[in-house]
């Protein structure tokens, strides 16, 4: 596969590969040869993904509602059993959770040749698969905004939480969103599912009919985008503190309501400034899950 | 599944990697550089963001050398601190994003990514600890080199019609503005606290942030660049005030014109009358002027503060003149009014009714008023990042804080901000100033409660570092992590050095151990 980029950063630990739209960030740790075989592992596996998924594009961009065959690769079906269950939250195709897929794909990959990996994480453009061996852990930072990067907290995933998918969406993004969210960060037990989940939650983040919103039809920006005429938004006033108070409500409830159903384990909704969180809806200074607060002070 | 994006700023045309086949449908281009074939509208790239149809023709955009700069400026490594005791998370979002993870940044439109940073711990006979502190307390001193007049002195400064700080005295040749702190941050309404923690943020960053000043100037302020006030770039910073710049010039002017005004919003000088003028010789024009005599050829108060002539608010220098004293000017007297900056000038001769009548300025003293403006230093906006680090921030660094502060004092320790010179402010705490421009890029971040996050190093010998209470459990040395990712192993420690682009003119703060730093 000439096409497909593959090299070390400069750092020597992280691999990073690149074919078409597909950017991945790859890091293991455990012994030395695990983590060899893991990097191999995880080209090997890579390099053929992309093939794999445009072999059926047109079936993945269609909606997951209207029944039909469910896809025939590995990757496809991660991202058609991932957005499945939210079919009933309106329109959703597979591509919803393409990224998460594909890291979680490429992880399993690793695993199969390194079963002894300590940890490892994919992470495809923010959309982050992770391994944890018993008793391990990652640290999370967590940013609100692309174009004004800043923390908001951390969020320490350890191996018994049943938690091995990070993933993010807004309008602000590469991908298109329905909503208004600056960001919603899910924690879900797979990438694809917190892929679809991130989407479909960003998406509710919403003030529909409000004037100041512009949105346009996707199919406007990108000819073959697989969420056709509809409107995706381009560009969000200043909110006042109701407005936005409105909008993160509305996440907020389908949140709650994906978590219930067992789909995630915890979300994050960043709109103008503000966060609301499942496990502090109240009170976006503080997130228990996401503790950013564990930090002390310097002052007050 | 992209957003398209246009931003020439992120997305380098490279010529030599274009134009894979391309099917057209109407003005869409269909690529073939990957199995997507995305139709692409033209200014728009496709799902990769890589490749753009640009006036019809598939053209790469190279996110690898976008990817190459940002890891080349941003540095490699940044450490990520926890413990026990310290949640000491390496607050850095935009180098955590280049640097641990690259994935988001190989995107010029790229995803609020979270992102995953691995410890990096170093420590050899010199320990650098890094943390980045969260400071409720802190704010900028801005020094734009203006005579123009911003604003009163305590008069409010706003963002966003949002109140994040005040215009404070005034330095030779300088308007100060003192910006942000703890009321504007945490004091007032929520709205007042994001704004200006988005305005301190900015600054800090290098980025341009409008102002205005109640009953003042709007003024465009970016660290390292002219002030741009009531949309006018400020090229220069007046030469000295009026009274000074006769005292420079009286000798080249003397016998060329008859009188010299420098209008100055601070001192207004006049040749004839100032003590420079009187000792050459020069004689009584009979000239008066209007404001308050200070001392011979020393006026104050000529106008009101402005944007006109040298910090004035005249446009015609003549208005601050009242008519010549018939008794001894004379018909044909010659007259340079001159601003400060020598940006501003104009030459008059007494006519017979003893007024002053505009002519062309003789060349001989065009020499002169380009001297002015060759003297005048450019404009500038400096900002300095103040904060006090005397809290619970030390507890980072050791078990015993106040022993931290004392090592500080005592200059055993040093601090540095993302490796830039802090200036520790005598007395008690850490309270330092740094040089914002010396900081790497985008070295500082924030938190919502509204908070400045900026980096933060104490360096110290080992033995002072165990002196102090240092918590020598977590200190490593630089080998066990070279080219390795198995000393990680889920274990954040918070003895660490960052590894990022030195700032040139900056002092390596931590000695030969320097040379280690992982990159």
Redesign the interface.
Known sequence: MSRAQIRMLPDGCRLHLQDGPIDLIVEAFGARDDIRRARDAATARFVTILDELCAELPLLRASVGRGGYPPAGIVAGRMHDAVAPFACYGFVTPMAAVAGAVAEETLAGMRRAAPELERAYVNNGGDIALHLAPATSFSIALIDRPDRPSLFGTARIDADEPIRGVATSGWRGRSFSFGIADAVTVLAASAAQADAAATIIANAVDLPGHPGIARAPACDLQPDSDLGSRLVTRAVPPLTDGEIDRALSAGLACARDLRDRGLIEEAALHLQGETRSLASPDAPASLPAFTPDRREFVHG | ????HTNSDTASVTEGNAAPEAAK?GD?IRCD?????????PG?T?????YANIDGRIVRTDP?LL?DRT?TTGG??VP?G?SAA????L?D??R??V??????T??P??????????AKIDGTDMVTVVTE?????CGVKVKIDTDRHLGHESSAVRAAGEAVGHVTTGEYGSQMLSLGG?HHL?GGS??EG?VTC?TL?DLCNGKPVELSVDDGARVIVQAGGPPIVNGAAEERMRVGCGSATIGMFAKQWFGKVDEVVVVDDHITGVLSEHQAGRYLGAKDSGIRLKGRRSTPGRYFQVAQPGTGWGGTDITDPLTILEPFDPKRARPGLTMLMVSTTGEQFGFYRLDDMLRPVEEELPDDLRVSVERIRENCEPALCTVLFM???????R?GVTDNPVRLTRSVGDALTRVTCGGAPAYIWPGGGITLMVDVTRVPD?GF?????P?L?APIEFTMRLEDYAALGGHLDWVRPLESLA????S???E?VMAGRRAVAPHDDNPWPAGPAASGS??
């Not at chain 2, 599944?1 to 398209?4: K, N, T």
């Not at chain 2, 310290?86 to 998370?89: E, K, L, P, R, V």
């Not at chain 2, 971040?445 to 409660?449: E, F, K, L």
């Open positions: 599944m992209s957003a398209p449908l869409k550089a990957c199995p997507v074939m995305c139709y692409v509208k728009m496709g799902a990769c963001d890589r690898h990817l890891l490699a490594v990520f926890n310290w949640d000491g998370t607050i979002p935009e955590h994003f640097t641990a993870i690259g994935a988001g190989t995107y439109d790229y995803k609020p990514a979270p992102f995953i940073v691995s502190g969260i400071f409720s307390y703890v945490t929520k709205k994001r988005e943020l904060g006090g680090a005397g809290g619970s921030l507890a985008n971040g924030y938190v919502p409660t908070a996050v080219g390795s990712s198995e990680g192993g889920g954040i992982v990159r």
